[in-house]
């Protein structure tokens, strides 16, 4: 079974630095896009960062300038790391991943970790 595990997040003061980081487990053929969400309580959830396998990336203009997302094809993980944090980033983070299961069905679906809480005081 597939499954994305989250790691990274935690407590920081304002204008510090965080590193988020999520590794997809389990059987699987490929994975396309991986990108960072995040949900606050009560709104819906909202794009991050994207990255293709390729390394294109596209960024949420509140996160532009101070988040960079990455990842290791070699290791199935995906980085996002945060920078000059501000309160208003507090909120739980969720990995996402387009992902082939197998070989011979060319159908990639749509898989979210668990989330992880980033919290920055003020």
């Known amino acids: 079974q597939v499954q994305l595990v989250e790691s990274g997040g935690g407590l920081v003061q304002a204008g510090g630095s965080l590193r988020l980081s999520c590794a997809a487990s389990?059987?699987?053929?490929?994975?396309?896009?991986m990108a960072w969400y995040r949900q606050a309580p009560g709104k819906q959830r909202e794009m991050v960062a994207t990255i293709t396998e390729g390394g294109s990336t596209t960024y949420a203009d509140f996160v532009k300038g101070r988040f960079t997302i990455s990842r290791e094809n070699a290791k199935n993980t995906v980085y996002l790391h945060m920078n000059s944090l501000k309160p208003e980033d507090t909120t739980v983070y969720f990995c996402y991943a387009q992902i082939r299961v197998t070989k011979i069905r060319d159908i990639f679906y749509q898989y979210w970790g668990q989330g992880t809480q980033v919290t920055v005081s003020s």
């Open positions: 389990g059987s699987f053929f490929a994975i396309n896009t």
